[in-house]
């Protein structure tokens, strides 16, 4: 029945506290299926030393499997598929979930995509990941690097194979894994969604900020594939009397983060930069709202979550021209385009944006509103409801290609 409640396990490399984009994916993921009547396990790294853990936190119950610390990063942990295989087989044996959701292909994706096919478990795909992601924290040269990414993209196609539908946050994400995997079968399309309202202003709600001062805002982890330094300087670039009068709020924590500090100085813009740090949800909604406009110079961006919650804020956007940012933005009507890594054309187009009078940026900001609808969260929720019972929708989606 259509209306059945099920028992979902969702299998993430990376989970909250993490931050990240896949990290928040799967926990909004959990959240509203458990809130639509389904019992969700997620089985996820112990962010600690020790046996795997189990406890329940907001009616979900977290497997915490035993894991290691990433030196080469500030937060991640790593599983060994040997370590966590016969544990996992015998939750997934206890649990007996009617669909295993795994968020990425490395480690607790591998083991829970081949529990799966051996307990005839159904088994749904989404990738958060490109090989291109993980290089930057590998302590090898871009030789190696390139080597480590081919081979990365082939083991992707191999431990896939064994979903019933493998699904990426946007078309241009899908194109690009058919294109580098070669996938047998094509990679559907399935939104991260988006619960705008939550970054509306509420009736009667101000923002306050400095007369006069006008805001550029980046939210994100402050690590190199997010080309911070790139908005830095493009900043650092506008026009003297525009930059008098503006300043560039830096949200997230990350390993670049003196990097990026000693970026500033360089550029002779600390004193208007401001890094924010970690900020709770309720200050990241309060700094879209006091934005102008909300930029994203990443280049490995499968959807970016956090310019789809910028737009769902109002907010003109000014996106690199990469991946699947550029879906986002209608050139001249909610933001604009630029080459990656090119500062003066960053620096022009942001100039574009806050030259403009107040209500011509906020037309701009009501248009990234009105374009942002077709990522509602609540249809997200539902195609992987249809998803995990049958492969109806994803037939549906072969023959409207």
């Known amino acids: 029945m259509a209306d059945q409640s099920l028992t979902v396990l969702i299998g993430a490399d990376t989970y909250p506290p993490d931050i990240n984009g896949a990290a928040q994916f799967s926990s909004r993921l959990a959240h509203a299926l458990a809130d639509r009547g389904h019992t969700v396990h997620v089985m ?34 790593l599983n060994f598929p040997w370590e966590i295989y016969a544990e996992a087989d015998r939750l997934v044996q206890e649990i007996q979930p009617d669909v295993i959701h795994i968020q990425c292909h490395y480690i607790i994706g591998r083991v829970l995509a081949r529990i ?74 399935v939104s991260n969604g988006i619960q705008s309202s939550d970054y509306e202003l509420a009736p009667g709600e101000t923002v306050e900020k400095p007369a006069g ?54 550029c002779g813009v600390a004193d208007r930069v401001r890094f924010l740090g970690y900020i709770s949800d309720e200050e990241l909604r309060a700094g879209y709202l006091r934005a102008d406009v909300f930029c994203q110079p990443g280049t490995a961006e499968l959807q970016s979550l956090v310019t789809l919650e910028a737009m769902s804020a109002s907010k003109p956007v000014v996106l690199a021209n990469a991946l699947a940012l550029p879906h986002l933005v209608d050139p001249g009507k909610n933001g604009y385009l630029f ?44 195609t992987f409801e249809s998803l995990y019972r049958s492969n109806e929708l994803y037939d549906r989606f072969l023959t409207e290609r």
């Open 116 to 189: 799966g096919a051996k307990r005839g478990v159904r088994v749904v795909a989404t990738n958060h990941v490109m090989p291109e992601n993980i290089t930057p924290f590998l302590p090898f040269n871009e030789r190696v690097n390139a080597v480590f990414e081919k081979i990365s993209w082939s083991d992707m196609r191999r431990v896939l194979s064994r979903a019933a539908v493998v699904t990426t946050p946007t078309q241009i994400g899908a194109d690009a894994m058919e294109s580098a995997g070669k996938f047998s079968r094509p990679v559907m399309p």
């Open 44 to 77: 996820a790294p112990k962010q600690e030393k020790g046996a795997t853990s189990r406890h329940t936190v907001d009616g979900i119950v977290e497997h915490r499997m035993r894991s290691h610390k990433v030196i080469t990063h500030p937060y991640m942990r």
């Open 213 to 266: 001062e006008l805001t550029i805002f980046f939210a994100g982890r402050l690590a190199v594939e997010k080309n911070i330094d790139v908005l830095i300087e493009g900043f650092s670039r506008l026009p003297a009397e525009l930059l008098q009068q503006t300043v560039l709020e830096v949200a997230g924590t990350g390993e670049i983060l003196g990097e990026l500090q000693a970026k500033a100085a360089a």
């Open 339 to 382: 080459t990656p890594g090119d500062t003066a054309e960053l620096a022009a187009r942001l100039a574009d944006v806050l030259s403009l009078p107040e209500d011509e940026r906020k037309a701009m900001g009501e248009c990234s509103r009105q374009m942002v609808a077709r990522h509602a969260a609540e249809k997200t929720w539902e």
